[in-house]
């Protein structure tokens, strides 16, 4: 079984609106961070939005500060990436990590060798 499973994403027109969900098997308070990563072909993978368990605190990477938002429901076990006006430039795979060392803080938080739980990847196309 999986650790983290994504789904949402998809295609959409510049402007519009997508929502990213990563479930996890664990309860998530068995993390220290969890966080969303993109990676566009050519590129390097990169850190997109943080959420710190203990206490609760969230980092985003500034291309997409204002635009986008995460949300955590420990119920379910379930993060949830919020994509609004989305751009072009944020085509990419986006994958969900979860950090179970506690390596992560909050003046780096987006090192992906910091993360030691992965999901497969959703794939994320904004359009002009």
């Known amino acids: 079984q999986a650790e983290l499973v994504e789904s949402g994403g998809g295609s959409v027109q510049a402007g519009g609106s997508l929502e990213l969900a990563c479930v996890a098997s664990?309860?998530?308070?068995?993390?220290?961070?969890m966080a969303w990563f993109r990676q566009a072909p050519g590129k390097e993978r990169e850190g997109v939005a943080t959420?710190?368990?203990?206490?609760?605190?969230?980092r985003y990477a500034d291309s997409v500060k204002g635009r986008f938002t995460l949300s955590l429901d420990k119920s379910k076990k379930t993060l949830v990436l919020r994509m609004n006006n989305l751009k072009p430039e944020d085509t990419a795979v986006y994958y969900c990590?979860?950090?179970?060392?506690?390596?992560?803080?909050?003046?780096?938080?987006?090192?992906?060798?910091?993360?030691?739980?992965w999901g497969q990847g959703a794939q994320v196309t904004v359009s002009s």
């Open positions: 959420i710190f368990m203990r206490p609760i605190d969230t």
């Open positions: 664990f309860d998530t308070d068995n993390y220290y961070a």
């Open positions: 990590a979860a950090d179970g060392w506690g390596r992560v803080f909050a003046g780096r938080p987006f090192v992906a060798d910091d993360y030691n739980y």
